[in-house]
């Protein structure tokens, strides 16, 4: 059974930085893409950034390009994302996916497995 972990979210300040990582467990395949959504209160969960298995691809949102960067360490079977710069509206409940294909794809409906969400909200 596939299992992801989320870590790394809490409270800072505008301007600050977190770091936050996705440990993936009970995979029996290699070679897939994955991905950070978010979703803040009363709206919809949306896309982060995606990453395919050897960082070839990688694709940000607009919202979060220059200041959140996406990596992994296949190694560790663990992703992580960077966010620096960040604002009060980053605020929300940071979610990792896994998709079985790898093409590192922006959608919701492409991924088969959720973690639960870490929160990471921002003071002004």
């Known amino acids: 059974q596939v299992q992801l972990v989320e870590s790394g979210g809490g409270l800072v300040q505008a301007g600050g930085s977190l770091r936050l990582s996705c440990a993936a467990s009970g995979r029996t395949s290699s070679n897939y893409a994955m991905a950070w959504f978010r979703q803040a209160p009363g709206k919809e969960r949306e896309f982060v950034a995606a990453?395919?298995?050897?960082?070839?691809?990688?694709r940000y949102a607009d919202s979060v390009k220059g200041r959140f960067t996406i990596s992994r360490d296949n190694a560790k079977n663990t992703m992580y994302l960077q966010m620096n710069n960040l604002k009060p509206e980053d605020t929300a409940v940071y979610y990792c996916?896994?998709?079985?294909?790898?093409?590192?794809?922006?959608?919701?409906?492409?991924?088969?497995?959720w973690g639960q969400g870490t929160q990471v909200t921002v003071s002004s």
């Open positions: 990453i395919s298995w050897r960082g070839l691809t990688i």
């Open positions: 996916a896994s998709d079985t294909y790898n093409w590192a794809r922006s959608s919701i409906g492409d991924y088969d497995y």
